[in-house]
């Protein structure tokens, strides 16, 4: 050791300082970044007397996947649930007012005032006009339903894209740490940078990682590949309009079918799965249960033969483009809700008759029931509004099948969307929460805490005022020494 | 005794002294000189034989050290090819005409043909990796040439191995219908993966992996290359299977039977065969999971950056991420470091009494290794030498004293006859 050495491991230490300090403002600069991993600079020891640094990162592997598989559960929670108050709003409104069960408990009572005075021509009109209502009602549900699942499929396309992208993105930014780790330069900000991608990767479908060598990662979702050396396509056909009948296309990763998730409290990871979901399932059992009203309807407002002479039973009332023969029992036909219309005959504002709905007849005088003409004949009407509050058999396939009324089967299907929403909002408050703390518990770990950085800096400032008062000393040594020649 | 030998004696102790004085300037001169060595001077008595009664004052005779084994600080820098020698030896140099020396100045810098020179303008020598892994010759100069990272344009290296592991899942329903070696529409099958190999040209090519339960404990795999696959539904794809073979499981386990196969060989187009090792795969009941999928191989790239190693080893790691040592810089020693002979450039020659030059890789036996981004200071003490400097000094006056009174005698002397 001697005075030179002295000065070059002083000067070596500003140095040190010098990198630590900036270590420190990129920590200071990033606390608000909930994508950076906080970094810290170590001195390590080498012969003789010089020191390095050495910059590391210090990530929480276990926790940041923990984080990131919460992140895929809440995002397909918080899709389904939103879907689903979008979906309660369209079709039955806050209070229940733009139900098809109310519509049809409106109808009920018109039918019940109608019975009780027949020979009130103004009170038959008014049951025909509920009668549309209610079918405008049904018809137009249907059609919104059908609205959302096309603008659900615009969404997932949407996302196939936007995840296209991130994977081609996640190419490059794993590219640069596989480089820097092979240059041994510092890859910390490339590294923040891909998890960064990793999270909004999550966010759509669930993630696992698996790591290679020099730092390459595998992504697998489900069992289907991602990425590996370079990114899998994800690919969707869009359709451009939906009908009830229409059966939406599959998403596919590297040619696996991406499955839906199922249950209020969803099995999806992720929104693609949730998108999925609500798009197949939700709506398709809601559509199934406005068929199932609107068959219902043309079932109880058929007309029978009166003499039980034999003659089938046609549709009445109630209508549609397969009629005037019955729609099979027990069995939902798609997209009846949207096809059912009020016949003709009964509505006065196309020239019909409204009394048609008293006496009968609609399908020639073979049906006719009110043979003698009588005004106050209300039989007819009294048996359509019992029938009403009489089981009839419901396919299981919507969701709430079995042999209900129809009043009660309408009911049910609004109550049937309500409790569907309220567990999806439950389940997503729960999810939310369990996310919300993995992350702040990740946060706390690999964050980025004010109070020691500044202490460190503290700490940091010391070390090189004693390192250039050490210079100072050598300095004034050698002053001495340089006076001492003359 | 004789005024004339006080006055010789003293005149040596002069040009001593001016000779100690010359290698101080030195010194100082080149405190800052990345690799250079202190001198000093070391002094010994001649003497005159005399008599019992007569002394005669003999002289001082001069040897010149090197305090060349003694390692100066290991300063930091930001470049990758500053190399410096943490412990003992010396890298390799040519100069212009290719005759080695040895230095411990690392400073190098690519020139424009790519060779690693230094700031005396020698280059940097090492074993190349051109024909295998090297080996050093160890007393002589033999096979080292000069190293050269420029133009190292990397030929794509086509797959030839790879391993797959991954859990089948147990309680996966037996497929009955068609399974994917039969390549139909109607194929069906259980899991999935897909990996990328590269084929002569470096390009890649995506295969598809397929894992079908077609039995107990029985699974059929067959390897399809992506580019044929049929859209959206894959099967069936435009030629058939690259390769198809059953794994069967040992139920006591979960893992491989001895009678399973546990490879998977097909032939990529456009590049060779790829062995894929399957000894790995278990069959347990939890979900799929791929726990690691590999292939060797990479596509065409470009040197990106050089980083040397501590055993010597020059990698030159390309824009694809892949990593190649190009040379292996040897380290020579010798028995007696300081006895080197010295030339300009802080270079130095096999002396007379040094011993032979033994050629060596870094870290072996006594061998320093070698550390990248980083110089050796010179080992001059600006302190010692100023002290050396005053003590010179002082020692160059008296003796010119002595002289000078030797002198006045003389005068003295010669003034007594008139």
């Known amino acids: 050791m001697s005075l030179t050495t002295a000065l070059n491991i002083a000067q070596t230490s500003l140095l040190n300082v010098g990198r630590q300090t900036s270590v420190v403002s990129t920590n200071i600069t ?98 025909v006009q509920s009668a549309k209502d209610l079918v405008r009602r049904l018809n137009d549900a249907s059609s919104s339903i059908q609205n959302t699942r096309a603008s659900i499929d615009g969404e997932i396309s949407g996302t196939v894209d936007q995840l296209n992208d991130l994977l081609s993105k996640f190419y490059d930014a794993n590219l640069k740490v596989m480089n820097g780790t092979i240059a041994g330069s510092d890859i910390n900000d490339s590294l923040d940078h891909r998890d960064a991608l990793l999270k909004e990767i999550s966010k759509i479908v669930p993630v696992s990682t698996i790591n290679r060598e020099n730092n390459d990662l595998v992504l697998v979702s489900g069992g289907a590949t991602l990425f590996e050396t370079t990114p899998r396509n994800v690919t969707f056909d869009a359709q451009p309009a939906y009908g009830p009948t229409t059966v939406g296309s599959a998403v596919r ?32 059992n809601l559509q199934g249960q406005l068929d199932e ?75 006719v029931e009110n043979t003698t003409g009588a005004a106050a004949f209300s039989d007819r009407l009294i048996r359509f509004g019992e029938q009403l509050d009489k089981p009839i058999t419901f396919d299981g396939a919507t969701g709430i099948g079995g042999d209900k009324s129809l009043l009660s089967f309408a009911a049910g299907s609004v109550s049937w969307l309500e409790g569907y929403r309220s567990d999806a909002s439950n389940a997503a408050a729960t999810k939310d929460a369990l996310y919300v703390r993995l992350t702040s518990t990740l946060t706390a770990e690999t964050g980025v805490n004010l109070d020691q950085e500044m202490s460190r800096l503290l700490d940091l400032e010391h070390t090189f005022e004693a390192s250039a008062r050490l210079i100072r000393a050598v300095d004034e040594m050698l002053q001495d020494l340089l006076a001492a020649v003359r | 005794m004789s005024l004339y030998n006080l006055m010789r004696t003293s005149v040596s102790g002069m040009s001593a002294q001016a000779n100690r004085l010359s290698t101080v300037a030195d010194n100082i001169a080149n405190s800052d000189t990345v690799g250079y060595k202190r001198k000093s001077i070391a002094f010994s008595t001649l003497v005159v034989p005399g008599t019992k009664a007569q002394y005669n004052p003999g002289s001082v005779v001069t040897t010149v050290r090197e305090a060349i084994s003694l ?120 899991q999935k993966s897909s990996m990328v190999v590269h084929d002569n040209f470096g390009g890649r090519v995506v295969l598809d992996v397929y894992f079908t339960k077609t039995a107990a404990n029985t699974w059929e795999v067959a390897v399809y290359n992506q580019a044929d696959a049929a859209p959206d ?55 799929y999971m791929v726990i690691a999928t590999d292939v060797n191989g990479n596509p065409p790239a470009f040197v990106e950056s050089i980083s040397i190693a501590e055993d010597g080893t020059i990698y030159a790691s390309y824009d694809n991420g892949s990593l190649q040592p190009l040379y292996r810089i040897p380290i020579a020693t010798v028995m007696s470091p300081d006895l080197l002979q010295a030339h300009s450039g802080n270079t130095y020659t096999q002396g007379t009494d040094s011993g032979d030059i033994q050629i060596g890789f870094p870290a072996d036996g006594d061998r320093g290794r070698v550390l990248s981004g980083r110089l050796e200071a010179s080992n001059v ?38």
């Open chain 2, 71 to 190: 390692q100066g600080v290991l300063n930091p820098t930001s470049s990758s090819t500053d190399l410096a020698i943490d412990g003992d030896g010396f890298f390799i140099v040519h100069d212009s005409d290719g005759s080695p020396f040895l230095t411990r100045a690392g400073s190098f810098v690519p020139d424009d043909e790519g060779r690693l020179v230094n700031a005396a303008g020698q280059y940097l020598t090492g074993y190349s990796y051109a024909n295998g892994i090297p080996s050093a010759v160890a007393n002589g100069f033999e096979g080292l040439e000069m190293v050269t990272i420029n133009n190292t344009d990397l030929a794509a290296t086509p797959s030839t191995f790879g391993e797959f592991v991954a859990n089948l899942p147990q309680a996966a329903d037996i497929v009955t219908g068609d399974t994917p070696s039969s390549n139909l529409a109607t194929t069906d099958f259980t």
């Open chain 1, 30 to 127: 990033n606390s608000e970044n909930e994508n950076y991993t906080r970094r810290s600079a170590a001195l390590e020891s080498l012969t003789p007397g010089a020191r390095v640094v050495s910059i590391r990162r210090h990530a929480a592997l276990d926790l940041f996947q923990g984080s990131i598989r919460a992140l895929s559960e809440n995002s397909a929670q918080q899709t389904i649930s939103n879907q689903l108050d979008n979906l309660k709003s369209v079709l039955v409104g806050a209070d229940g007012e733009l139900s098809a069960s109310a519509s049809l408990t409106k109808f009920h009572d018109a039918l019940q005032v109608y019975s009780s005075s027949p020979s009130n021509g103004l009170l038959g009109e008014s049951a």
């Open chain 1, 293 to 367: 009203v609107a068959r219902g309807l043309i079932e109880q407002f058929a007309e029978n033969d009166p003499s039980g002479g034999g003659l089938p039973p046609l549709a009445g009332l109630f209508t549609y483009p397969g009629g005037p023969g019955l729609p099979p029992a027990g069995t939902v036909v798609p997209g009846l809700a949207q096809s059912i219309s009020v016949n003709a005959l009964f509505d006065p504002a196309e020239g019909g008759n409204p009394a048609l709905l008293r006496d009968g007849g609609a399908n020639g005088a073979a049906y």
């Open chain 2, 381 to 418: 003490d600006i302190a010692d030498e100023l002290t050396s400097m005053i003590q010179s000094q002082r020692s160059y006056t008296a003796n010119s004293k002595v002289f000078q009174t030797g002198s006045d005698l003389m005068d003295v002397l010669v003034n007594l006859k008139r």
């Open chain 1, 253 to 284: 990763v590297d040619g696996i079918q991406l499955s839906a998730g199922t249950g209020s409290n969803t099995t999806a990871k992720g929104t693609l799965g949730a998108l999925l979901q609500v798009r197949d399932t939700v709506t398709v």
């Open chain 2, 233 to 287: 539904t894959s099967f069936p794809y435009a030629s058939g299977a690259m390769a198809t073979t059953t794994l069967t499981f040992d139920p006591a386990n979960g893992r491989l039977a001895t009678a399973s196969s546990t490879q998977i060989a097909f032939a990529v187009p456009d590049g060779v065969t790829v062995d894929v090792d399957l000894s790995e795969m278990t069959q347990l009941a939890t979900d």
